[in-house]
């Protein structure tokens, strides 16, 4: 209970600080990446005192495995409470009421297909919102906004209810059969553990030192010029030509092409498998450059080009489709003990008959709230179908490879429908109703099902109870959702979303409005291109698992492919790179023995950063 009180106090504060640096001033992104820096620190500091309070009352002091709890109810909270989760949720649903107007013909193209108890009409309530120098502790704001947020609450709850259903299927293939290493597991247990072997290794505070007087340095040089700057990379885009076609190897227009390292991508490399990080970056240099070809044939008129995320997409779908081959007896198995009603095996959070009922109730639920919402069955069907194929996908390459980003931006089941069925064989409901779910599809760098999984693998250490800890996730999932609505829809009444003092709400706000108004102002065919990128990346990832599973050796990993579509993949290959070439040294010139004093050198580093 000590735990659960101090992470429940610590979630609304976190989500106060997440909100003024991705949204308010927009400076940084600490949940985009696989492990949030942000509950990191948090830990850090948490542990740091606990230690003293070991020294000087030991009674008060938590138990590792109270650490543990407190950590997964944090990364709980952080992944409902992000720029990409309940940030996002806010500031869409009251967009097309307040900016529709005659000049982008919302209300006539899609107004009247706007569920009124998910969205927000009141325009005295908006005016506050977007100018600010408001409260929204008034009672015509509080009616306005909390009615639909209870909804999307509700729903949230019942999407992470399933998500938990599935990873108590997949725990024990996964953690016990294929005994996977969840490598992003590695920092959060050793700053929860009682012994001093980590907070005393010299290497550790080596790697934490130098990425803090780093960061230090150049957050100095920031508000004081006169401080020189400790440069991290090299932007190579200042030598890169600028002309057609390569022009077309930058990310997207005007972006940097940074050579070097980032502390945080570059520990995490160091933990990553030597085929993965090499797979990584080989892939994103073949993607970019894959785009320089296509310009020079032209191809950079086709919608969608270079088509890296849905090359990244296929890939995701062969991932899972293996996988799930590979698991085809174990989910044989849980299907017969659900039939016979078997109690659940010792380590798993429920048994087989209460997860897959547990997956056809919220199934039942989402599907009724998305026809409620506008939407047809058959997209409604098919759309949760692709969202938890994606998400079974994303972790288990978490799980087993560690991989330091999977945001997949624009690469969600609502592009996937639109691609295949063309906007013009959709219904005006259905196009809402993927954009109404544009919240938690816009990307995936903050997913929370990789997350419940990692903390099942962690209370195995001290024994925690499964079925308690599910029960956590889901409580530190709702008081971080709660917490982003309150936070936001305060500091937002005070500043104003649209008045210049907040650097990124309104216009993200708006991306699904805008999206929406164009699949319905001009109807699209099936995009057969984008759909044959997708079939090319499953093909080739389903040739390198064959290769793979046969035997012959292979340095590369189907996984490096799905990556690579990443949108922050052109900030951290280089990083990757460095990773790579580091480790590969060390594992041939020093061994496994030089290696494992470099990993706390590494999560040193990834410590430092998150500080």
């Not at 720029?83 to 000049?103: D, K, N």
């Not at 085929?275 to 032209?298: H, N, T």
């Not at 997860?355 to 989402?366: M, Y």
């Not at 990993?557 to 790579?580: C, D, E, I, Q, R």
Request: glycine share 10%; with cysteine; charged share 15%.
């Amino acid at each position: 209970m000590r735990a659960v009180l101090l992470a429940l106090a610590l979630i609304p504060v976190n989500a106060c600080l997440l909100l003024h640096t991705e949204v308010v001033r927009h400076q940084a992104y600490p949940t985009s990446y696989s492990l949030f820096g942000n509950v990191i620190a948090f830990l850090l500091l948490v542990a740091l005192l606990n230690r003293w309070l070991r020294r000087r009352f030991p009674r008060a002091a938590l138990s590792s495995g109270e650490l543990i709890a407190c950590y997964i109810l944090l990364c709980a909270g952080t992944a409902a409470s992000n720029s990409e989760m309940g940030f996002l949720l806010v500031a869409m649903i009251g967009h097309p009421a307040r900016f529709a107007s005659q000049g982008n013909r919302w209300e006539e193209l899609f107004g009247r297909y706007l569920p009124a108890w998910l969205t927000v009409r009141d325009q005295e309530a908006l005016r506050g919102f977007y100018m600010g120098v408001s409260s929204f502790w008034q009672p015509a704001n509080l009616a306005a906004w909390l009615p639909p947020l209870a909804a999307w609450l509700a729903f949230l709850l019942v999407l992470a209810g399933m998500m938990l259903c599935l990873n108590a299927l997949l725990r024990r293939p996964w953690t016990e059969a294929q005994r996977l290493t969840f490598p992003l597991t590695a920092l959060p247990l050793q700053l929860t553990d009682r012994r001093d072997g980590f907070f005393a290794d010299r290497l550790m505070w080596l790697g934490f030192g130098v990425t803090a007087l780093v960061d230090l340095v150049n957050g100095l040089s920031l508000l004081v010029p006169s401080i020189p700057e400790l440069p991290r990379y090299i932007n190579l885009a200042l030598y890169w030509p600028q002309d057609r076609p390569w022009s077309a190897f930058l990310a997207f227009p005007g972006a940097r092409i940074p050579f070097g390292i980032f502390p945080f991508i570059f520990g995490l490399g160091l933990l990553m498998p030597l085929d993965l990080s090499f797979s990584c970056w080989f892939f994103y240099l073949l993607m970019r450059f894959q785009a320089v070809a296509g310009a020079a044939r032209g191809w950079d008129t086709l919608p969608g080009f270079p088509f890296d995320i849905e090359l990244a997409s296929g890939a995701l779908l062969s991932i899972f489709g293996y996988h799930a081959w590979q698991m085809r007896r174990h989910l044989a198995s849980a299907v017969r003990q659900a039939l016979r009603g078997a109690p659940p095996e010792p380590g798993d959070p429920m048994s087989c008959r209460a997860a897959l009922l547990g997956l056809a109730a919220g199934g039942v639920f989402l599907t009724a709230f998305s026809l409620k919402a506008g939407m047809s069955l058959n997209i409604a069907l098919t759309f949760f179908a692709l969202y938890f194929i994606l998400s079974v996908a994303l972790t288990r390459i978490r799980v087993e490879a560690g991989v330091a980003s999977h945001d997949m931006y624009l690469g969600g089941p609502d592009i996937f429908l639109v691609n295949t069925l063309g906007s013009q064989r959709m219904g005006a409901g259905d196009l809402t109703g993927l954009s109404l779910f544009f919240w938690f599809n816009r990307e995936y760098g903050s997913h929370p099902m990789p997350h419940q999984l990692e903390g099942f693998k962690m209370g195995e250490r001290d024994r925690l109870p499964s079925g308690k800890l599910a029960g956590l996730m889901l409580l530190g999932l709702g008081a971080g959702a709660v917490s982003a609505f309150l936070v936001m829809l305060h500091t937002m009444y005070d500043l104003g979303a649209a008045s210049g003092k907040v650097v990124e709400c309104a216009s993200v706000g708006g991306e699904p409005w805008g999206r929406l108004a164009s699949w319905t102002a001009m109807p699209s065919q099936t995009n057969t291109t984008a759909l044959s990128a997708r079939g090319i990346g499953a093909l080739i990832a389903s040739g390198l698992f064959v290769l793979r599973g046969k035997g012959l050796w292979c340095p590369i990993h189907p996984v490096g492919l799905a990556m690579a579509g990443s949108w922050s993949m052109y900030k951290t290959w280089s990083s990757l790179f460095f990773s790579w070439l580091v480790k590969g040294a060390v594992m041939r010139y020093g061994g496994r023995k030089l290696y494992s004093r470099t990993v706390n050198f590494a999560l040193g580093m990834v410590l430092g950063d998150c500080v």
